[in-house]
T-cell receptor, first 112, second 112 residues
Framework: AQSVTQPDIHITVSEGASLELRCNYS??????LFWYVQSPGQGLQLLLK??????LVQGIKGFEAEFKRSQSSFNLRKPSVHWSDAAEYFC??????????FGKGTRLSVIA | DGGITQSPKYLFRKEGQNVTLSCEQN?????MYWYRQDPGQGLRLIYY???????QKGDIAEGYSVSREKKESFPLTVTSAQKNPTAFYLC???????????FGDGTRLSIL
């Protein structure tokens, strides 16, 4: 069955430090891949997406993600975290004409 | 601006009552979705619709019903058969099924 795993439930980083959030998927074919961010009490906002081509994808708010086929991963990165990045982050995957499948999310806390 | 409007933001229901959550989009998207979000559970798909007058059950459809009479609207009814309806409900839309979804700001449903 298709699945998406975000191994880290909660991550805490210091402001200005780098960030990497992990996402692994289990699909037969190369899927479309997405990262979303959710602030408390709000809907989800799309950060970036990968369909094909360059495996390093740039998104909004200074985020990027790298698709690694050999590792079935699509990790989200940011070189320097700001306090406003504290939120919940969701990886999503889709293959074929089906709805997106979302991971369970990683909550990011930022400390001074 | 185009977007998705969910109303109301907060909703309270008495035991045994049905309640309907509204979702309207002006993005001209064909596909629409309803998700339920509980702490630590990520997003769970309740129902989705690819086109007007058609919808499919998601992973947790029991106790819920939907209609899609207009392209812009996809209301969700939480019936009295749903034993644990307290949750945050998110509506989303996309051009077609496997494209990025745009989300509303959610409705928080609580039982009195």
């Amino acid at each position: 069955a298709q699945s998406v795993t975000q191994p880290d439930i909660h991550i805490t980083v210091s402001e200005g430090a780098s960030l990497e959030l992990r996402c692994n998927y289990s699909y037969g074919a190369t899927p479309y891949l997405f990262w979303y961010v959710q602030s408390p009490g709000q809907g989800l906002q799309l950060l970036l997406k990968y369909f094909s081509g360059d495996t390093l994808v740039q998104g909004i708010k200074g985020f990027e993600a790298e698709f690694k086929r050999s590792q079935s991963s699509f990790n989200l990165r940011k070189p320097s975290v700001h306090w406003s990045d504290a939120a919940e982050y969701f990886c999503a995957v889709v293959s074929g004409n089906t709805p997106l499948v979302f991971g369970k999310g990683t909550r990011l806390s930022v400390i001074a | 601006d185009g977007g998705i409007t969910q109303s109301p933001k907060y909703l309270f229901r008495k035991e045994g009552q049905n309640v309907t959550l509204s979702c309207e989009q002006n993005l001209n998207h064909d596909a629409m979705y309803w998700y339920r979000q509980d702490p630590g559970q990520g997003l769970r798909l309740i129902y989705y619709s690819q086109i007007v007058n058609d919808f499919q059950k998601g992973d947790i459809a029991e106790g819920y019903s939907v209609s899609r009479e207009k392209k812009e609207s996809f209301p969700l009814t939480v019936t009295s058969a749903q034993k644990n309806p307290t949750a945050f409900y998110l509506c989303a839309s996309s051009i077609v099924l496997n494209q990025p979804q745009h989300f509303g700001d959610g409705t928080r449903l609580s039982i009195l």
